[in-house]
């Protein structure tokens, strides 16, 4: 049972470049998130997917794109990466209302340098 | 806006001394909360959850967090830490039934051996 798999572990994008971060899950959780951390601002939330098919902005969704590709998958988009978006990028998912599953179970992170 | 404030940025203790780290949140209705807690170099780990009942939570390695509705609070305690504890402390709240989970900026707490 891998839990919440993220790739790549690393990455370093010039200026303007474009990537894609994957996530997936194995949980069969509803809901899946993408935050980014950064020292001394916390998790901040990128953007979040309730469910298949839909997604919704967090608190600090601008330069990011998202795709609810399946229940498993959720992917993050950086179109034109920024120096600003130099981060530890963490996907995670959870089934908000079942008290089991509620919590949210972490990816191991993505630390993407944008130089 | 509905947020998560951590009162201490840094908190340095000795081995078996006591701990306590402050939560507020500004979300109104029936919330969840949670502790997590990031070992350096890796992912967070769910510490302990709060849903309904009882609202003092014990929760893995010793760990205890109390609820305080009327305060908006949810503080982490710990009678004795260890030099394993050592990590990033992050609490966190979702509203009931609501994908939004927001977390605070995260307390560092070193533990000197």
């Known amino acids: 049972n891998a839990g919440v798999t993220q790739t790549p572990k690393f990455q370093v994008l010039k200026t303007g470049q474009s990537m894609t971060l994957q996530c997936a899950q194995d949980?069969?959780?509803?809901?899946m998130y993408w935050y980014r951390q950064d020292p001394g601002m916390g998790l901040r939330l990128i953007y979040y997917?309730?469910?298949?098919?839909?997604?919704d902005k967090g608190e600090v969704p601008n330069g990011y794109n998202v795709s609810r590709l399946n229940k498993r998958e959720f992917s993050l988009r950086l179109e034109s990466a920024a120096p600003s978006q130099t981060s530890v990028y963490f996907c995670?998912?959870?089934?908000?209302?079942?008290?089991?599953?509620?919590?949210?179970?972490f990816g191991q992170g993505t630390r993407l340098t944008v130089v | 806006a509905q947020s998560v404030s951590q009162h201490n940025h840094h908190v340095i203790l000795s081995e078996a001394a006591s701990l306590e780290l402050g939560c507020n949140y500004s979300?109104?209705?029936?919330?969840?909360l949670f502790w997590y807690v990031q070992y350096p170099g890796q992912h967070l780990q769910l510490l302990l959850k709060?849903?309904?009942?009882?609202?003092l939570v014990k929760g893995i390695k010793g760990f205890e967090a109390e609820f305080i509705k009327s305060k908006f609070s949810f503080n982490l305690r710990k009678p004795s830490v260890q030099w394993s504890d050592t990590a990033e402390y992050f609490c966190?709240?979702?509203?009931?039934?609501?994908?939004?989970?927001?977390f605070g900026a995260g307390t560092r707490l070193t533990v000197k051996p």
């Open positions: 995670a998912s959870s089934s908000p209302g079942q008290a089991i599953d509620t919590e949210a179970f």
């Open positions: 949980m069969n959780h509803n809901s």
């Open positions: 997917s309730a469910s298949e098919g839909t997604t």
């Open positions: 979300y109104g209705g029936t919330v969840n």
């Open positions: 709060y849903f309904s009942g009882d609202p």
């Open positions: 966190a709240v979702n509203q009931y039934n609501n994908n939004d989970m927001r």
